[in-house]
């Protein structure tokens, strides 16, 4: 069985860019195609994406069918009750397993992972974003060492 994955990463709300990205999905898109985003969709220093508290952001992936999407940096930067709307507002599941309050709740939210099935085959997609701590705390959130909150998501 050949599966497809078609993957965007860094796109930091360059809105200019999505028709042409929309383009290219639907060229490639077929039943055996997993189409995700790895973070840093949302670039919360556009105008369009503060404005809408990241709702653009989810509503160009929905519009254009993603699978699944990681939370990067940005998204975490943009502070909880954004990164809540975003993912909210998502169509798909968003996947960051090493995300924390500042409590040490994982958000509720989030998933640490999900487990598909394309044609008979179980796949599994975990997430995580970079620890960048220094300025995630400034936002009320912890993020945590991405390995080992991977070896924790894969023994529950």
């Known amino acids: 069985m050949k599966l497809k994955i078609l993957y965007t ?6 809105f ?13 898109r077929d039943d055996k195609t997993l189409i995700l ?8 220093s556009r105008l369009e994406t503060e404005g809408t508290n990241g709702r653009i952001s989810s509503a160009l992936l929905n519009r254009m069918g993603y699978t699944a ?3 990067g940096n940005n998204e ?20 960051t397993c090493n995300m924390y309050d500042l409590e040490g709740k994982k958000f509720d939210f989030l ?3 999900i487990t598909l099935n394309v044609s008979g085959i179980r796949i599994l997609i975990i997430g995580v974003t970079a620890p960048l701590n220094v300025f995630y705390r400034l936002f009320g959130i912890e ?4 390995e080992q909150e991977v070896l924790s998501s894969c023994r529950t």
């Not at 200019?16 to 490639?28: G, H, K, L, T, Y």
């Not at 985003?37 to 919360?44: L, P, V």
């Not at 993020?143 to 991405?146: H, I, N, Q, S």
């Open 69 to 71: 999407r990681v939370f």
């Open 37 to 44: 985003d790895a973070g840093d969709n949302a670039d919360f």
């Open 143 to 146: 993020v945590k060492d991405p």
């Open 111 to 113: 998933k640490d992972a």
């Open 9 to 14: 990463n860094d796109l930091h709300s360059r």
């Open 76 to 95: 975490g930067f943009a502070g909880k009750e954004n990164t809540r709307i975003t993912a909210e507002t998502s169509d798909c599941p968003v996947i």
């Open 16 to 28: 200019e860019e999505f028709a042409r990205i929309a383009s290219a999905i639907e060229e490639q």
